[in-house]
């Protein structure tokens, strides 16, 4: 390349491992290629200047935002209005030289005004239906939806991270171009845990089953947790969430308080290396999540090898495939868990699926360079650097025949 090209990763707390988009961000910043760009991602902070840099590396810089005065009123709105604020002024000044930006999440698009073909490239990745998940009010789902229309109106690509979900969104996004950008997960052998750690969590070597997500409506954690006592197991199941005060929450600590022969929940779990421990011993993973793309805690669970007990739908088919069987009712659940508690070839082979999926399709690696490829592939198309950059920058990719075959992401 001429010069390294300037990437904005918008709309993310940061670099780390407490959220979908800030783990993305943190990858990418171990695995970018640094002699061809640079990362800039905006993180928010209590107070300070309207955008001050904070440099990690020659390849990585924060940019941190401070809340607006609606933080006292509403942190949604501020979150709106500071990620609205900072495209808009990449916009304006284009004050870090961006080529491209990557725009996590629909919040900021009713917020936005009018971009600039002469500015930096957006990428918009609405991250899922939004509109459509039950714990938002009706208010809610309806800015979201129009914020999700009018983010990919403004938009020169979209990205999404579930191929079924750019199918939905097939009229929105009209004749732009859709591209395919999953998350990714790291591949977990013995040597990454300790089987100690289950004492701490009175658990027992492939004596558990395991679930982690937020308490909420579409990942169906209620109904799991009523179909696994109608279950003749007499293994537990461990359950990893952040129960809140909310009623949905309290519903699903009242059957584990009632149930604490069957259920255990000791409250979430942070500690990374606990975690993948709790994971990788269980007998298998229960996914309801009904709602989304590519679910990194799915990801996460194939990634140790968890057979996978998923909620039908084609989002988690279309990721998890034969490692996983399917439900949808309380009869399906029950049929599934005695048939893998009968036969443990299945449990094995499921395993072994789990991780060869993640080999070829979600390694962080290839995830990173994925990225790489739709920026280069989108200011190829643009016209913003050559045909000769673009293949010097191919060239030296370790996935390079497999970013070809995968079209660089571009599904149209």
Same mark, same amino acid.
């Given at each position: 390349?001429?010069?390294?090209?300037? =990437?904005?990763? &918008?709309?993310?707390?940061?670099?780390?491992?407490?959220?979908? &988009?800030?783990?993305?961000?943190?990858?990418?910043?171990?695995?970018?290629?640094?002699?061809?760009?640079?990362?800039?991602?905006?993180?928010?902070?209590?107070?300070?200047?309207?955008?001050?840099?904070?440099?990690?590396?020659?390849? !990585?810089?924060? =940019?941190?935002?401070?809340?607006?005065?609606?933080?006292?009123?509403?942190?949604?709105?501020?979150?709106?209005?500071?990620? %609205?604020?900072?495209?808009?002024?990449?916009?304006?000044?284009?004050?870090?030289?961006?080529?491209?930006?990557?725009?996590?999440?629909? !919040?900021?698009?009713?917020?936005?005004?009018?971009?600039?073909?002469?500015?930096?490239?957006?990428?918009?990745?609405?991250?899922?239906?939004?509109?459509?998940? $039950?714990?938002?009010?009706?208010?809610?789902?309806?800015?979201?939806?129009?914020?999700?229309?009018?983010?990919?109106?403004?938009?020169?690509?979209? !990205?999404?991270?579930?191929?079924?979900?750019?199918?939905?969104?097939?009229?929105?996004?009209?004749?732009?171009?859709?591209?395919?950008?999953?998350? *990714?997960?790291?591949?977990?052998?013995?040597?990454?845990?300790?089987?100690? =750690?289950?004492?701490?969590?009175?658990?027992?070597?492939?004596?558990?089953?395991?679930?982690?997500?937020?308490?909420?409506?579409?990942?169906?954690?209620?109904?799991?947790?009523?179909?696994?006592?109608?279950?003749?197991?007499?293994?537990?199941?461990?359950?990893?969430?952040? &129960? *809140?005060?909310?009623?949905?929450?309290?519903?699903?600590?009242?059957?584990?308080?009632?149930?604490?022969?069957?259920?255990?929940?000791?409250?979430?779990?942070?500690?990374?290396?606990?975690?993948?421990?709790?994971?990788? &011993?269980?007998?298998?993973?229960?996914? *309801?999540?009904?709602? %989304?793309?590519?679910?990194?805690?799915?990801?996460?669970?194939?990634?140790? *090898?968890?057979?996978?007990?998923?909620?039908?739908?084609?989002?988690?088919?279309?990721?998890?495939?034969?490692?996983?069987?399917?439900?949808?009712?309380?009869?399906?659940?029950?049929?599934?868990?005695?048939?893998?508690?009968?036969?443990? %070839? $299945?449990?094995?082979?499921?395993?072994?699926?789990?991780?060869?999926?993640?080999?070829?399709?979600?390694?962080?690696?290839?995830?990173?360079?994925?990225?790489?490829?739709?920026?280069?592939?989108?200011?190829?198309?643009?016209?913003?650097?050559?045909?000769?950059?673009?293949?010097?920058?191919?060239?030296?990719?370790?996935?390079?025949?497999?970013?070809?075959?995968?079209?660089?992401?571009?599904?149209?």
């Amino acid at each position: 390349m001429k010069k390294k090209i300037n =990437i904005g990763f &918008f709309g993310t707390r940061g670099l780390g491992n407490y959220g979908g &988009f800030e783990t993305i961000a943190q990858k990418l910043h171990e695995n970018i290629d640094n002699q061809n760009f640079n990362l800039f991602v905006s993180k928010e902070r209590e107070q300070g200047n309207k955008y001050e840099l904070e440099k990690i590396n020659n390849t !990585t810089t924060l =940019i941190n935002q401070n809340n607006s005065f609606l933080k006292k009123y509403s942190k949604y709105m501020d979150n709106i209005v500071n990620e %609205g604020n900072i495209i808009t002024d990449c916009y304006k000044e284009n004050q870090w030289n961006l080529d491209v930006i990557f725009q996590c999440g629909s !919040t900021p698009g009713l917020w936005m005004r009018g971009i600039k073909k002469n500015g930096p490239l957006l990428f918009w990745n609405p991250d899922g239906i939004e509109w459509k998940r $039950k714990k938002f009010p009706l208010y809610g789902r309806a800015i979201l939806y129009l914020s999700t229309l009018r983010g990919i109106k403004n938009s020169h690509a979209i !990205t999404v991270d579930s191929k079924a979900i750019g199918k939905y969104l097939k009229g929105m996004i009209g004749n732009k171009p859709l591209y395919y950008l999953p998350s *990714g997960t790291d591949l977990v052998e013995e040597k990454d845990v300790e089987e100690s =750690i289950l004492k701490k969590y009175d658990l027992e070597k492939n004596n558990y089953y395991v679930m982690v997500g937020r308490a909420v409506p579409e990942n169906h954690v209620i109904e799991i947790l009523r179909y696994f006592l109608k279950c003749k197991t007499s293994k537990k199941l461990m359950v990893i969430a952040n &129960f *809140g005060e909310d009623d949905y929450s309290q519903k699903a600590l009242k059957i584990i308080s009632e149930n604490k022969d069957k259920l255990i929940y000791k409250g979430p779990i942070y500690n990374q290396k606990e975690l993948r421990t709790v994971r990788y &011993f269980a007998y298998a993973y229960l996914h *309801g999540h009904s709602v %989304g793309g590519t679910n990194p805690s799915l990801l996460e669970a194939l990634g140790v *090898g968890n057979p996978c007990v998923c909620y039908d739908v084609v989002y988690n088919r279309e990721v998890a495939k034969d490692a996983s069987e399917y439900f949808f009712n309380l009869d399906s659940f029950v049929e599934i868990i005695n048939k893998l508690e009968e036969n443990s %070839g $299945k449990v094995k082979k499921m395993s072994q699926m789990a991780k060869s999926i993640i080999e070829e399709n979600f390694k962080w690696d290839y995830i990173s360079e994925l990225h790489e490829s739709i920026v280069v592939h989108c200011l190829l198309k643009n016209k913003k650097i050559t045909q000769e950059e673009f293949q010097e920058w191919l060239e030296k990719k370790i996935y390079k025949n497999k970013l070809k075959e995968n079209g660089f992401g571009l599904l149209r």
